[in-house]
């Protein structure tokens, strides 16, 4: 069952992506799902969105360590191969992309996320 979002978004996909239903049981927490219709050998690109709200205490730094983490749990090594701080005081945001290695649709593949 998807979830919900804490506060109402807009987002556009990018053409040619269509929205799909999240995958069951294997995300819990996610609100939206779309993947790329031309799957590349067997695995199909996708993009999914969740949010919530954190407890004062905790920093972006710290919840974007906690993501690597919860990588690491299926994947043989995980990079984080750029990390950026971006936004204000009022509205601090963080992008971070990551390599990483794991077993999709039988095979083991090369990501990014």
Do not use: C, K, Y
């Not at 040619?16 to 219709?37: E, I, R, S, Y």
């Not at 730094?61 to 990079?79: G, M, T």
């Not at 204000?88 to 990501?111: E, I, N």
């Amino acid at each position: 069952m998807p979830t919900t979002l804490p506060v109402p978004i807009e987002f556009r996909l990018p053409e040619g992506w269509l929205a799909a239903a999240p995958p069951d049981g294997g995300a819990p927490d996610v609100a939206f799902a779309a993947v790329h219709p031309q799957a590349d050998a067997g695995f199909s690109a996708n993009i999914t969105i969740d949010g919530g709200f954190l407890r004062d205490s905790v920093t972006l730094v710290e919840v974007a360590d906690a993501s690597v983490e919860r990588l690491r749990e299926i994947s043989e090594w995980v990079v984080v191969v750029h990390r950026h701080e971006v936004g204000s005081a009022d509205a601090p945001a963080l992008t971070q992309r990551l390599s990483f290695s794991a077993v999709a649709g039988g095979a083991r593949r090369d990501l990014v996320q």
